[in-house]
């Protein structure tokens, strides 16, 4: 894996682990960060050995907002030739599971990193919220439109209008968190639930998600069209026949991923 | 440091005093300030392990000084002094002792209500104040005392807000002890030591969930039983406790 400056990674047991690291600065997510998750996703989603992919901080901050000292002097046109969403854009095209671990601050861009994971485990004392309100501007990286179809329009504008943290319980009341977890446990139960993933059909895994994915964007006709196709896809894998197979004859399936 | 508390730590004790005593310790604006920078501290400070909140003077606390300002909005000074105050005092995951020295009044019960413990000295009382000028008992006030004293007194003490003595709160279960005055720091300060010497982060856990119970069913309760287990068992105080009992001798606990 490539050497970086602003979060590191591991790999154990069919689980990519990849922590934000920037300590200093609650983890401020820079443009070199994002880039460096794109690499870590993109990467890790190639890899056979990996089956997961968990995304974490440090106990005090996922990640409090983007570098605003990068974007200060910025203007319409900079931005628009730097082109900075495009790694942001990637990291929604991962086909593998990816699970969020949240404790402390994740605000802004910190909060728009949180919701490209597709589960998400925080804190009992996590935060959330977007103040880029307080700031003149307003999130860039999908806060307003994932927010809006997660919680709806209504209560999406009050957090967005107002700027306020929100803390994990009302997270949860939302939609927008799984699990809420003692702090001492973010990790690890992530990792657990992680773990339950990695053993379960890596077809079925990939193909649910984009199922998901595509129903929360699409009709119900469409949807069940698309739903259709992935269904049939996947008995052309050896992993369903196996599986199928286990299922008559009482015992554990051994899934290979083809 | 400050200017209407006084905060001192010793033995892993972190004592802070009401410090207006011509005042009766009556809250202002600058004391919910100082309050919350105390309590911040004891959160944070690794050494301490137990927090004790009295009074200086006669009084433990008198509630708001109503000679405060000429029209205040209540709503807000509740939201900006008081509510802040008592969130990071029932966050605080180390046992918060209100070492009640003498009257306790309106927003003086709600902050000893929200402590942990109560000691207090024979001289102490307590008194629902509100009532008598018309308005509702406050700062968490409504939450703890039908929770610590059941529904019906918590009503009878609210509604009739009549003084009740040391000995009548400690038959309701308020208090953990009433002290001669004579010996009453030095209880309070025994009893604060033994729980600085405590495994504290059992105690927080302890703190924490029991806290969460109050809305939250039996099947999460029991969760959270297994999570706060979990995190107990991987500390070292859990180790020494369970050597200390193999080797037949005293534990010896550090609060990791």
Redesign the interface.
């Known amino acids: 894996m490539a050497d970086f400056q602003s979060i590191k990674t591991k790999v154990e047991d069919g689980i990519a682990l990849i922590e934000l690291n920037r300590p200093n600065v609650l983890n401020a997510i820079s443009r070199g960060m994002v880039t460096e998750i794109r690499s870590a996703f993109e990467t890790f989603d190639k890899e056979d050995a990996v089956k997961v992919i968990v995304l974490t901080g440090n106990e005090k901050a996922f990640a409090a907002g983007a570098d605003i000292d990068e974007m200060a002097e910025d203007d319409a046109v900079t931005l628009e030739l730097l082109n900075q969403f495009k790694d942001w854009d990637q990291l929604h095209t991962i086909k593998k599971p990816v699970i969020g671990a949240v404790s402390g601050y994740c605000f802004g861009g910190g909060f728009e990193l949180a919701l490209c994971c597709d589960i998400l485990f925080a804190s009992e004392k996590a935060q959330f919220g977007f103040p880029e309100i307080k700031l003149g501007v307003m999130p860039g990286a999908g806060g307003t439109v994932k927010l809006t179809k997660l919680m709806g329009p209504k209560i999406a504008l009050e957090w967005l209008w107002l700027g306020e943290p929100m803390t994990a319980k009302e997270a949860q009341k939302h939609g927008i968190i799984n699990r809420t977890v003692a702090p001492e446990l973010v990790v690890e139960e992530a990792m657990k639930f992680a773990r339950i993933l990695a053993c379960r059909a890596p077809l079925s895994l990939r193909l649910i998600k984009e199922s998901v994915q595509y129903a929360a964007g699409h009709s119900v006709h469409d949807s069940m069209q698309f739903e259709r196709k992935n269904f049939y896809l996947l008995f052309s894998s050896e992993d369903q026949k196996e599986g199928m197979k286990a299922f008559t004859e009482k015992r554990h399936p051994q899934f290979k991923g083809k | 440091m400050f200017e209407t508390i006084n905060y001192e730590s010793r033995a892993g004790v972190a004592w802070i005093t009401l410090n207006r005593p011509e005042k009766l310790n009556a809250f202002t604006a600058v004391m919910h300030k100082e309050m919350l920078a105390a309590l911040k501290n004891t959160g944070k400070d690794k050494d301490i392990r137990a927090i004790v909140i009295t009074g200086a003077g006669r009084a433990f606390c008198s509630g708001q000084d109503l000679g405060g300002s000429d029209n205040p909005d209540y709503g807000e000074v509740l939201r900006k002094g008081y509510n802040p105050m008592i969130q990071e005092l029932v966050s605080i995951e180390k046992p918060v002792i209100a070492a009640v020295n003498g009257v306790a009044a309106g927003a003086g019960v709600s902050l000893a209500l929200a402590c942990d413990f109560r000691i207090a000295s024979e001289k102490a009382s307590f008194i629902e104040a509100f009532i008598h000028v018309g308005l509702v008992p406050d700062s968490g006030n409504l939450y703890f005392l039908p929770r610590l004293v059941g529904h019906a007194k918590a009503m009878e003490l609210a509604v009739l807000g009549e003084k009740i003595s040391a000995d009548q709160a400690k038959e309701l279960g308020l208090v953990t002890k009433v002290a001669e005055e004579e010996v009453f720091i030095q209880e309070v300060e025994t009893f604060a030591v033994k729980l600085a010497s405590m495994p504290t982060k059992a105690i927080g856990l302890i703190k924490?969930y029991m806290n969460k119970s109050w809305e939250s069913d039996l099947s999460e309760v029991l969760e959270?039983e297994a999570?706060?287990q979990?995190?107990a068992g991987s500390t070292e105080d859990h180790k020494e406790g369970v050597s200390a009992f193999m080797e037949k001798r005293k534990p010896e606990f550090t609060g990791r």
């Open positions: 924490r959270y999570l706060a979990k995190t």
